[in-house]
């Protein structure tokens, strides 16, 4: 609207030609909603702000393509790039190239091992531990104090989600539940709920997925058994809210990956401005959505 | 009796192709065998259930890429029709049209994939390899854009009945999903083995000149295998979609590959002309029990990808050495 | 058809070509390799569409043929090549794009009986359910011809169904076309083994060049007009010969054994002669050679080959020793055909064509390649193009080019003038008395008895593994060959 | 003076394979064309040299998958094989293992799974397709166990002249990347278009019978073509690892795919004995140009699937066409 068009003016008006400073957000995929979610909120923000904004996705979960969207977003004449680091090692040496072209960095979801202007994220082994400690409550409510868990994973290249399953496993040290050998689902809704359909088989207890498909595939499963195996996800879809109304899911971690979107982008305008960033390293938090505040989400 | 007995074993072996199903049925036997040591749910009523709904959606897109590789050709798009047929028919769904509108709209869809393959390979001859991974890309596309690029929401209440039809639902103590594919599976095979366009689908992967010299439509027959395959990537999606409860933009990532494996471990060769879709279940089948029955055993993902990479390698060179055995050299059978 | 042309790139495979077939006649469409012989029976059979013409089927212009509508019009076809579907039986073959239904379903009871009534008639015993791609070469062949009999066509078009066939075979499909002559049918035939034409023909067409040239009454003419007419001029000698003087022992195979159709086969090559090797179909020359060469392992066997004993394991060693084989199934074994005719000519020459690094060098690869072109001539728009594009007689020559292209001490020629016409089979012949001449082993095995009786100087005999005759030339007739070619060792009782 | 150049060209064209790569060629051209009128960006220095180190991989692996594809075979296992060399050098290097031994030690592995392959495929005659499916799936499991189911640490600093060899390093303005690929691109171009080893791949894609009786040694011909193609992978694996200067396990996913696309888009027949490396850097580049520019035009993921397989299917119908315009019907080449 109008006030999208004043800022406009004086953004440009701050910098030091007439061009619109560029913005490019780099996801580690495309499809998943998490992404979509960061990319709306940037692009929402990018609008109110008046700043040129691009979403450059890699086609599917690649370290290389990931640096190839950081190097032709460098081409592209990004005054500032924000990104979800694949790994934390992986795209550094690209992103220091990046900033050598005087670039500025604003990590959003996860950071990489280089400094940025600012970073937007969950701490995804904090968040994978607060899974846990909610299913050990769960199951201690249905009084069940030992039996095998089943974990789905992405695959096994995955950070976030090999740290969230990592501080899921942390919840569980000195309990007596036992923890099977995680599988990997890919992120396939169909393939992960095959793996919770044989987990549930296989007697567990509990299951835990990592992200938006193994969760939905793990409720499902649950759903379909009709059994007291009591799951826990991530991440926050349609398909997975109306599963925890329903009870097939406990519980889901909920990123806030439209924050980081809207927030990364006015740190990245800021740092392009020269302006100073003054908190540096948020989390933008994970809440906890169950049955009981399931309506707030919907 | 003894010698009638023997008869029927005898033209039970004579059917072609029936000589590497023999094989590889042993093979998926040892398996079970093992697994069953391994781990004692495997047997279980409650996995052998489970198991066969597994295995379903791998046999059905063996069954379509079977009558593809036996035409000579290959389709690498089953994967991404897959995906359409599930983002398509969810959306559809979630925008409120009656399940069995949706269905027949995306199964419109999900033909004309197979249509455009057929004729591109037949009729324009562009080798099926590039050509079916041209509408890959492209149907996958579509199974993005068809939702704005976003998974869809849940298909919800209104999508139960479709939901039970294709998954959830049980029939005489078996799940439906294995009862849709039982059937296909009998139509099919019945074309196949039975039928005109079975018998033309085996002369044109055998020698498509000799086919199209002995009046045999070429491109006719190219089509309608090409279409059987679409038409059961669709029936897969569907089954995905009314699994999951929503359409997700991935869905049959690789299918296109577990089906060629099913369909090759079963005795299709890549070449054309050669193959049975008994052997194909037997490929699906041994493809499942891998899958489940690792992970039953607990083997971490890197082992269960050596161990299923070994084993196909191991089923199909077995079946040479076997068949070969008394000719200690053997030229490619073309 | 009237005034029919067609091009290919850089061919003009039909110019201008006119004739006519009547009903109950048989009509032998003659020219050299490469006439335009196929290609005009494409035309006639809806393969390929011509540029120009126009066709006429009893009285009625055809526009627009395919295969299909020339097959309801009752043109039956047989193609040079085999056109068979190695995976499919003999029934599916020849009931194939005609399958009788019972319903929906494949009647496959009433199309075997049908099938095996066809065989019969044709003599040939074999099971209908077998899978065509297990039947020897003259087996496919006579299955192409049954399938082609089972359409009960007006118009039957052969082109050389007799190449692959032994003499019994032949005997047989000409008594059929004779009754189906009777019967009001006309025919086409195509053939290069003149001598046969005597048996069956009416009338012949001969074309050169892809032009017409005439039509006479087989009655009215002879074989050296038909020659003169088909090459544009005299050929003298049918079956030219040299007397060589009989030289040292150069090759000596002794006692190999492979499987049931080599039982202890030994002989002897000599300088200075040629060695044919006669035998009915699958009698079991083409294994004995291919175990020689390498191809299949054996059970015994050891070769001399100047008095030094040989370590054959693989093509490549008798090759290196200098024993090189020209293989019978020139689709098959013979060409690369979507390679160049210059890469197959080089193709077992890299080793003479390359420096010590194992690089090519270009000159030497086209000198050689022109050397043979000139030397065979083969008739070609270019060495680059495909194998595949030559007709089947060039094609043939390219295989057998590729083997002269290099010194050898023995030459194995399997059927080397099968499917090549008058002039070229004489450049055969006179390229064996060649090498006879430079004192080169020569072997032709050759299933034509007059060509080997013509040109060889000595023959062995095969049947069924096994050699059960040796004949010196000069005292060799048909009758005498024939008796040890059927020389079974009571194999009836055997195989029941 | 106008006659010679006439003749250079006419001399040009007369390579056979040549008219595919001038028809993709002159595609090529307008696709630039396009991107840049889209973007003014595309045509940046800094952009074609990013361009050129991202067609680099897929022109490898191309090279890879082209000799394999003339012998008649394909390679499935090329993008694990790059995952395995990826993942053994980075683990390596991690251990504190000098590249220079890390580099070699990679490069053993990587050829012993080309070995492998040709063998499966040459002497045991199992259909390539199969034998190569499975050798994908157990070098992704090898590429994964080899640190123990995870990622590896950063390279570090002892690594720094590893990965500006291989990626971040300058060679008169041009990224090393780009150098060792023309480097590689020239030796392998010698060898399949010069060499007696050329020439017998191309026989034994060509017809392996009439090969191996014209004297080649059909298994070692095989062998070779695989050789090169897990060498390429090997090279690709040291690039992305140089890249991400760590190992990740799931590098190389789908590259054999890219691989085929690059060498079928170039004119390499999948059946076997037809196209040249030429076409193949042709077809990289198209595969790499349409990536990057359609980033550039800022088409959306879907959008992107859609164009990129609209055009591969045109490009490869648009040959065909062309090259059989002036027979009005034609049967499949072989
Ligand atoms: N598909 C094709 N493409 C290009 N040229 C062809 C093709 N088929 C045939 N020719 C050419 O057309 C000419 C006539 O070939 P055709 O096969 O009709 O000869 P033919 O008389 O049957 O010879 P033969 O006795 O050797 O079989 C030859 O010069 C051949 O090279
Ligand atoms: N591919 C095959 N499969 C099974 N049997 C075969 C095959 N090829 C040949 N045979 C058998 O081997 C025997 C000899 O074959 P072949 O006809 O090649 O002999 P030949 O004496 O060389 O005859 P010719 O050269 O005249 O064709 C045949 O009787 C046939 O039964
Ligand atoms: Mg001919
Ligand atoms: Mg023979």
Redesign the interface.
């Known amino acids: 609207g109008c006030g999208g068009k004043d800022k406009e003016e004086s953004s440009s008006g701050d910098s030091s030609d007439e061009k619109k400073s560029k913005v490019i957000l780099i996801t580690m995929d495309?499809?998943d909603?998490h992404w979509?979610s960061v990319d709306r909120g940037a692009k929402e923000e990018a609008d109110k702000l008046g700043v040129d904004y691009?979403?450059?996705?890699p086609?599917?979960?690649?370290?290389?393509q990931q640096?190839?969207?950081i190097?032709?977003a460098?081409?592209?004449?990004a005054d500032a790039i924000m990104i979800a680091a694949?790994?934390p090692?992986?795209?550094?040496?690209?992103l220091d190239?990046a900033k050598g072209e005087g670039i500025k960095i604003i990590y959003v979801d996860s950071p990489a091992?280089t400094e940025a202007e600012a970073t937007f994220a969950t701490d995804n082994e904090a968040a994978g531990r607060t899974a846990g400690e909610e299913l050990i409550k769960g199951l201690e409510a249905a009084k069940i104090t030992e039996g095998k868990i089943g974990i789905i994973g992405v695959?096994?290249?995955t950070?976030s989600t090999?740290d969230r399953e990592k501080g899921f496993r942390l919840a569980f040290e000195d309990s007596k539940y036992e923890l099977?050998?995680?599988?990997?689902g890919?992120?396939?809704?169909?393939k992960s709920?095959?793996?919770a359909?044989?987990y549930i088989?296989?007697?567990c207890v509990g299951i835990f997925g990592t992200n938006?498909?193994s969760t939905?595939?793990a409720g499902?499963a649950v759903k379909?058994d009709g059994g007291s195996v009591i799951a826990v996800g991530f991440d926050k879809?349609?398909?997975i809210?109306?599963?925890v109304e329903e009870g097939s899911l406990l519980c889901v971690m909920s990123q806030n990956p439209d924050v980081m979107g809207s927030e990364g982008m006015k740190a990245a305008v800021k740092a392009i401005n020269g302006e100073e960033i003054t908190e540096k390293d948020v989390d933008t938090g994970v809440s906890v959505i169950s049955k009981d505040n399931v309506a707030d989400f919907q | 009796m003894e010698k009638k007995k023997n008869g029927i074993v005898k033209k039970f072996l004579s059917i072609r192709g029936m000589g590497q199903v023999v094989t590889v049925t042993i093979g998926l036997i040892i398996m079970c065998v093992i697994f069953g040591i391994l781990?004692p749910?495997f047997f279980?009523g409650?996995?052998v259930g489970?198991l066969l709904?597994?295995i379903a959606?791998i046999l059905l897109v063996g069954i379509g890429q079977s009558y593809v590789m036996i035409t000579g050709n290959i389709d690498l798009s089953i994967g991404s029709v897959l995906g359409m047929s599930c983002m398509i028919s969810a959306t559809l769904m979630t925008k409120g049209i009656s399940p069995t509108v949706a269905v027949f709209i995306t199964l419109a869809a999900c033909l004309a994939v197979g249509l455009i393959n057929g004729l591109l390979v037949a009729q324009f001859h562009l080798p099926a390899f590039i050509a079916t991974l041209g509408t890959m890309q492209t149907a996958r596309g579509i199974a993005?854009i068809v939702n704005n690029?976003?998974?869809?929401?849940?298909i919800?209440k209104a999508a139960q009945g479709f939901r039970d039809f294709f998954?959830?639902g049980k029939l005489l103590g078996i799940y439906n999903t294995v009862w849709i594919t039982l059937v296909l599976f009998l139509v099919f095979n019945f074309l196949l083995s039975k039928t005109r366009t079975g018998r033309h689908i085996y002369a044109v992967g055998s020698n498509i000149d000799a086919a199209g010299l002995s009046g045999v439509n070429v491109v006719a027959t190219t089509v309608k295998a090409y279409l059987v395959s679409s038409f059961c990537a669709f029936t897969v999606g569907l089954i995905?979609c009314a699994?999951?409860?929503?359409g997700?933009?991935?869905?049959g990532?690789?299918y296109e590959m577990y089906a060629v494996a099913a369909s090759v471990i079963g005795g299709v060769s890549t070449l054309g002309g050669q193959g049975i879709l008994v052997g194909t279940i037997i490929g699906a089948a041994i493809w499942g029990v891998l899958?489940?029955g690792l992970?039953?055993a607990?083997?971490?993902?890197?082992m269960r990808n050596i161990v299923i990479g070994v084993i196909v390698v191991v089923s199909v060179l077995l079946d040479v050495i076997i068949r070969t055995g008394r000719k200690p050299k053997l030229k490619k059978s073309n | 058809m009237n005034h029919v042309s067609k091009t290919f790139p850089g061919v003009k495979a039909l110019d201008d070509v006119s004739f006519n077939l009547r009903a109950g006649e048989v009509m032998a469409l003659l020219g050299e390799n490469g006439a335009g012989k196929s290609t005009l029976v494409k035309v006639l059979s809806g393969v390929y569409i011509r540029d120009e013409g126009e066709v006429k089927i009893f009285g009625a212009e055809q526009t627009d043929l395919t295969p299909k509508k020339a097959q309801e019009l009752g043109i039956a076809i047989i193609h040079q090549e085999l056109n068979m579907c190695a995976h499919l039986s003999v029934t599916e073959n020849i009931f194939l794009g005609r399958e009788i239904r019972r319903g929906t379903t494949l009647a496959e009871k009433q199309m075997n009986k049908k099938a095996k009534a066809i065989l019969d008639e044709l003599n040939i015993n074999i099971n209908p359910k077998t899978i065509v791609g297990d039947l020897p070469v003259s087996k496919q062949q006579m299955v192409e011809i049954a399938k082609a009999l089972s359409m009960d066509a007006k118009i039957l078009i052969m082109d050389e169904p007799t190449s692959a066939l032994s003499s019994k075979e032949i005997d047989d499909l000409f008594s059929i076309i004779r009754k189906l002559k009777e019967a009001g049918r006309g025919i086409v035939y195509i053939s290069h083994r003149l001598e046969e034409l005597q048996h069956i023909v009416d009338r012949v067409s001969i074309m050169r060049d892809g032009k017409y040239i005439t039509s006479m009454n087989f009655a009215d003419t002879n074989m050296e007009e038909i020659i003169s007419y088909m090459v544009g001029r005299e050929i003298k000698e049918k079956f030219p010969r040299i007397s060589c003087k009989k030289g040292k022992k150069i090759m000596e195979i002794e006692n190999f054994n492979a499987g049931r159709m080599v039982r202890n086969i030994s002989f002897d090559v000599y300088e200075g002669e040629t060695l044919g090797i006669a035998g009915l179909m699958g009698a079991g020359r083409t294994e004995t050679t291919r175990v020689i060469f390498g191809i299949d392992p054996k059970e015994s066997g050891t070769v001399f080959l100047d008095g030094r004993e040989l370590k054959i394991h693989r093509p490549i060693d008798a090759i290196k020793a200098g024993i090189v084989l020209v293989p019978e199934d020139r689709k098959k074994d013979g060409l690369c055909v979507n390679l160049s005719i210059k890469d197959n000519i080089c193709l077992p020459n890299l080793d003479i064509i390359c420096n010590k690094a194992g690089v090519v060098k270009r000159k030497k690869e086209v000198e050689m390649t022109d050397n043979m072109v000139d030397q065979l001539k083969i008739k070609l728009p270019g060495t680059e193009v495909n194998a595949a594009t030559l007709s089947g007689g060039n094609q043939q020559k390219v295989v057998v080019g590729k083997w002269l292209a290099r010194k050898s001490r023995v030459v194995i020629f399997d059927e080397p003038t099968r499917g090549i016409d008058v002039a070229a089979k004489v450049e055969i012949y006179n390229l064996m008395n060649q090498l006879k001449k430079e004192g080169i082993g020569v072997v032709f095995i050759s299933s034509e008895m007059p060509e080997l009786i013509g040109v060889s100087d000595r023959i062995l005999i095969m049947c069924d593994g096994r050699m059960t005759g040796e004949l010196e030339t000069a005292a060799a007739t048909q009758d005498k060959i024939m008796m040890y070619a059927t020389k079974f060792e009571n194999k009836m009782e055997k195989s029941k």
């Open positions: 495309s499809t909603q979509v691009a979403w450059m996705a086609d599917k979960k690649d370290d290389a640096i190839e969207r190097n032709n460098v081409a592209d004449g694949n790994g090692d992986s795209i550094t040496s690209a190239e091992n695959n096994p290249a950070q090999v099977l050998e995680t599988q990997f890919e992120g396939d809704a169909a709920q095959d793996i359909d044989n088989t296989d007697g938006e498909g939905v595939g499902n379909g879809s349609d398909a809210l109306s599963l | 781990s749910s279980s409650r996995n489970n709904r597994q959606p993005q690029n976003y998974n869809t929401d849940a919800g998954y959830y995905t699994t999951a409860g929503m997700t933009m991935d869905a990532n690789m899958q489940n992970q039953f607990g083997a971490p993902v890197a």
